[in-house]
């Protein structure tokens, strides 16, 4: 019992523990619930962040992927955009040079890298030329074709030409003479006939009279055929040929004579008949194929061995030329005609169109002798009637000298066609351009005979005197070479002929860089012209307006270019890109984009920097834009407005106007406190000295530059005035006339120096290798430009009209006459003039914008 009730007990005790277990466990099933349901919970939302962690990975990498792309394509679009032709339609139609549109302008002499030669305004010419040699001169053999400076001929140039129909040249080589003429006969479908003619003549008074050799030549370019039709043994009579602009054609050689009246005299003929793989490698071939095995013997002389072509074998090309190529080159067919004879002498050339049929007689002897006549008195007609040099006084020697200087700029006319390298930020190497042709004038026929941006404005206020249907043409080639950008190579190298003259750091061209907008002084003259004609010729308005409409869109994207990747860093203001990068080996980084090369700029560039010359370029541009626009209907407030602001007076003078020089400058972060010094090397003990690089010079900085007026007195700091920016009340015309005419400044008796003769830089060399060349001397351009602003200033109302038309009357003086007296003395006008001397530097001859000495003779700014 006691058993039982103890056991009644325990149950009773255990039931009531057990219910105790019981409500315990509900208890914690009841707190497990929540714990659970929680767990879960937080598995849950940990399954989220982790599915939220793979969305987002996932997100970002397709946004990485479509960035990648994004930025692959924008990279490789921002890449082709400098090779991207503008949208715009082309000024010029393809076929606007051709013989069908232009005739008369078809064939000329427009291979101005070469002392006499022709070819046709298309992209793969037939091209025609001249060499010669003196022969029993020596063991050296001097063989003349391109022009040189190195050739050191006692002068060559046109002494007249019309760019069109005729011209005649004269060639002083060391004994002898020789003038080259040509003329041009309208027929057929290809542009007509022509007829070269070359008179030689002794020139000293040695006993026996030079023999020269005088060879011929007719190159294919990549298309076309030539057949050489022999004579007489070694005499080539003709050659005839096949071309898609020119047809059928043949080139005939008369025989020399002692002069018109035809009497034949002694010659011995060579000839060479081969092929070529370029047109640069026409020397070269001839020369490789002289040989001295061949005997002159008149009938009345001794027997002696001369110089003449004989064959020619062509290396294969090198590896690496193919490498560079990647393939080689169409061998093209190339023919000389080599004809060695005594002075005196006279030789005529033919050439006859085959689509001529009508043709009343050959354009040979007297016929052509009438004809070179009659364009002769129609060239002089027009150059008095153009020019009134002979109402104004001068003498006939002035006289022949200025049409010797406008001759020369249009005889240095060429037709180009081709591609430029060119290379962006973008591209890791540089790009081909797109093909294009271009017909401009060139600098000089023998340093610079290609196109240059910035002095083709210049070139054409002359052209356009005399042309303007040249200065049109000229002008849409280069705006035709803009690209999507709205960029400009400023230097145009566009095939291996060209390629062959310079030197291969200035070959690509590079699309941050400018030159100033100089065609804007050119098209401003055209807008004046035709607006002042328009009252009396309707129809020739509306064929300019015609012509704007089509420069239009262009002309808007390049002012565009310039306001966007030119702009300084105020507002309004504005910067040359392109500065030398290398600080440390010039004395001041040169910038060539200004086209001013070492003008002093800043010593440190920086973005900074501020260009006053920049800025009046653009004031001009926009005011010229504005008139173009409003000839042609087109909305002109925005030019406008850039205008005004441009052109306000206080604007420029805050961005520009030093109070320390009283003149306007440049602003950037600058120091005057530079030289050039000898840089050490270090050479250890017992090394021998010439293991070890030469010491260069180096630039040396005595004083920490800062941002500050580049307090230089020159060219730049004229711009203003040049530009004609400021009003004529402007007291700082005042200071501006001072400095002009201050023989310590910028006054010489030859002409305004470039830089100030009390400036550090002044005729400081730039580097090791490169002397002054816009650091004192005379330059002909920008005299051109002062001699026009004092032309506006001195016929203006304005408190320093007087001191201006003064200042006017004697800086031309100065310049015309220095540029007349070296011309007469060396038989050249040059690139530019010492300022302590004036004697004629630099390159020559240089009939690029030297030649605007006619311009100032005539007075027609």
Known sequence: MGRQRHGKRVLTNSSKDGGDAVSGRKEEKKKDIPNSILHRKEKKKKMDLAKLFINISIGLCIFSLIWFFYALYMRSYLARRIITPHPSMRILDANSTSAAVAPDRFWGSYRPQVYFGMKTRSPRSIVTGLMWMRQFGGADVSLRHTCEQGDRLQSYGWTMHDGVHFGIQEVRDSDFTLTTEFVKRAGGEH????????????????????????????????????????????????????????????????????????????????????????????????????????????????????????????????????????????????????????????MEVLFESGSFRDRPNQLVGEVMTEELERRKGAFDAKFEETFELQRKGYTPSQIKFAKAALSNMLGGLGYFHGQSAVQSIYNEYPLVYPEGPLFTAVPSRSFFPRGFLWDEGFHQLLISKWDSQITGEAIAHWLDLMNVEGWIPREQILDDEARSKVPAEFIIQRNENANPPTLFLALQKLVERFAAAAEANESALQGTKAFLRRLFPRLQTWFEWYNTTQAGPLPNSYRWRGRDKDTNLFLNPKTLTSGLDDYPRASHPSQDERHVDLYCWMALASGIMADIAKLIGEPHQEYERTQLILGDNMLLSELHWSEQLKAFSDYGNHTQAVSLQREKVYVPPGQPRHQFPPARLVRAIRKAPKLQYVNALGYVSLFPFLLQLLTPDSPKLEHILKDMRDEQKLWTPYGLRSLSKSDPLYMKRNTEHDAPYWRGPIWININYLAVRALHYYGRTDGPYREKAAALYQELRTNIIENVYRQYMETGYIWEQYNDSTGRGQGSHPFTGWSALCVLMMAEQY
């Open 191 to 346: 542009g007509g006939d022509w007829t070269w003619r070359v008179t030689a003549k002794q020139q000293s008074s040695a006993a026996h009279a030079p023999v020269i050799s005088l060879l011929f030549y007719v190159a294919a370019d990549s298309q076309g055929s030539l057949q050489a039709h022999v004579e007489e043994k070694n005499r080539l009579g003709s050659v005839t040929g096949f071309s898609e602009e020119l047809g059928h054609f043949k080139l005939t050689f008369r025989k020399p004579a002692a002069g018109e009246a035809t009497s034949a005299k002694f010659a011995s003929y060579n000839y060479l008949k081969t092929v070529s793989p370029g047109l640069e490698k026409l020397t070269d071939i001839v020369k490789s194929s002289l040989s001295g095995k061949f005997i002159y013997s008149p009938p009345s002389g001794e027997k002696r061995h001369y110089i003449a072509v004989d064959t020619y074998r062509p290396p294969p090309p090198s590896h690496q030329q193919q490498q560079q190529r990647g393939e080689t080159r169409k061998e093209s067919d190339f023919v000389v005609h080599q004809v060695t004879v005594q002075t005196p002498f006279q």
